[in-house]
């Protein structure tokens, strides 16, 4: 089969790769049918987060089930599923607890000695703890494809961040970051009830989806000028929840400094180095909370899922363009210098 | 009237002070019956946190309100009333939900131009606010005393801790630091029904009382033996809920590395510091939280009222000495080289 590997900083290649079998009883290999490329994959792709030269890449894909171990009692060849971007034994009490980025044996696509998602097919280990079945016949509905591969990582992180936030009916909620995350962000806060929801961001493109999203006013400074814009629009007080999408320094003191007294930062951003931007007298002084991490995908699933396929949400309108295995490389630097939001593949 | 002066550090004095009086109409003077040190007193005492020369210090009493400015409706002279270790006007969105410390009329007591808790009287303003009635034959109770000034400051800030670290029924605790604040987050989280309580502190005196207050474990360690061995009481798990009742940067590395994924730090000791101790990394790709900050006493009293007067709880076990107003400066002492642990002033 062919997938994407990343050589180093900047060098993303398709390549012929082993085609994957079933290695464990609990495995299953699934046919990717559509993938994409994270604004965390570029990370990598910018030699920030370090990589083995060779590694595979990409963590977020849907397909359809082509094998089965023999231990697998959920799954049978021919089933449509997504995949969360983590994998996860569905049996620790992580796993049953619904926060499955803690599990053990849990890990992530792509790492070294595992198939990425941005490949023709992959190895999935412990298959019924990590596929989500997706009904049948939404494998040939090309316009649900998008919304439903969002849940694999951009929603249900979007989701966690609002959660994390404690978004409640009625609330008022900030959204840090124009990203496919802060978009999604955004979206949740809507489905959770917000009564209203700044985004933050300055690109009119993006920030137009924030609006179809339910962002109902746009704050498009950055740092201190940001800062004042949503104390005006909240009688000085901030935002009862702030949704953290990026992950810089700059974007986490900007998040914790508009969140209202006795509020809420969900911080989903991938951070980057020490503490940065947390600054715990202020936390301290205002109550404010510190909450978020890396979203347990398995667990959001099912429940996005309904709204999804009844069209309430349409997370799938982060997508901006859609390349097939030979157009990743391309993908990646329209990513990078920003002239796409998020790139879909489809197989 | 006398009361205590902070001229430097190390440098407490019992000095002739104005008899307060009721300036607004919203004021009231409080004669002040019992009153104590606490442990944040001591980073003025020496020299961490800064003070000008003859302020007053002390922020936790109870008393006898002796008069009543023209607008104060639910208090009188002759009521007996314990004072939160902020006040707030009862009046602003923050206050009606039960976050009185962000009250922007709310004040530290002893801040520059306001009379401190440990002397005769106080001015108290915004009297309805802030003050709290206690029952009128309570001031007779000299057993109850204790347990009741307790809730001033260091009985609520431990509840705070523990309602941040989100204890529940069942949940297992640990609790960083064996001060008075850590002790009553023991007693605060036995009350809200946890499972297990790991108290960590060193000071046998000390773990003596957390294990009168329902702790179930004792951890001598510090540092990386300390995590390990409360790693190694929780199957390698870490506490759902982690109080973390110190402030420094040790005791919040300390603190985070003991949480449970999934989990909370409910942190009450005042930060010293930049953001000390707290590795983003670490709370993002293990989803703890970390919530807590200066304790709305105000808010707590009356939930806390009822179990000290049942005597359900009896934080007032933290005071191990009592002192006159004369005594003190040597009271001061006492808790800045650790013999003892928490000092009750009796006018």
Redesign the interface.
């Known amino acids: 089969m062919r997938a994407t590997v990343i050589h180093g900083p900047h060098d993303i290649r398709i390549e012929e790769a082993p085609d994957p079998v079933v290695r464990k009883p609990t495995d299953a290999v699934v046919r990717v049918v559509s993938a994409c490329i994270c604004g965390s994959d570029l990370w990598a792709y910018r030699g920030v987060a370090s990589r083995t030269a060779g590694q595979r890449i990409g963590h977020e894909f849907l397909g359809m089930v082509e094998a089965v171990g023999s231990e697998v009692r959920d799954l049978r060849p021919g089933d449509f599923v997504v995949a969360p971007f983590v994998w996860s034994d569905g049996t620790c ?2 796993c049953r ?1 619904g ?1 499955q ?2 599990c053990p044996q849990g890990g992530f696509w792509g790492e070294v000695g595992s198939d990425g998602g941005q490949g023709e097919a992959v190895r999935v280990p412990f298959a019924d703890g990590t596929l989500v079945k997706l009904p049948k016949e939404t494998a040939d509905e090309e316009k649900l494809l998008p919304s439903l591969l969002a849940l694999s990582d951009v929603m249900s992180t979007g989701h966690h961040a609002a959660v ?1 936030a404690r978004v409640r009916p009625g609330a008022t909620v900030a959204v840090v970051g124009d990203g496919a995350v802060g978009l999604c962000g955004v979206l949740a806060a809507q489905r959770l009830g917000a009564g209203r929801i700044i985004a933050l961001g300055r690109h009119e493109q993006r920030t137009a989806i924030a609006r179809s999203f339910g962002a109902t006013d746009v704050v498009a400074e950055r740092g201190e000028a940001a800062i004042e814009a949503v104390r005006e629009l909240t009688c000085g ?1 901030g935002a009862h929840a702030v949704l953290e999408a990026v992950g810089t320094e700059e974007s ?1 003191r900007t998040a914790i400094s508009i969140a209202r ?2 509020g ?1 930062v969900g ?1 989903v951003g ?2 980057h ?4 931007g ?4 202020q ?12 979203a ?1 995908a398995r667990a959001y699933i099912p429940e996005l899922l309904p709204d999804v396929l009844s069209g309430a949400i349409n997370p799938g309108l982060v997508f901006d363009r859609t390349v097939d295995l030979d157009g990743v490389p391309d993908g990646y630097r329209a990513m990078d210098d920003r002239t796409a939001l998020k790139i879909r593949i489809a197989f």
């Open positions: 009490d992580y607890e926060l980025t803690s994390a007080q986490m007294d006795g809420a911080y991938v951070p180095g020490g503490s940065a947390v600054d715990i007298s936390l301290f002084d205002r109550n404010v909370t510190l909450a978020g991490g890396v347990p």
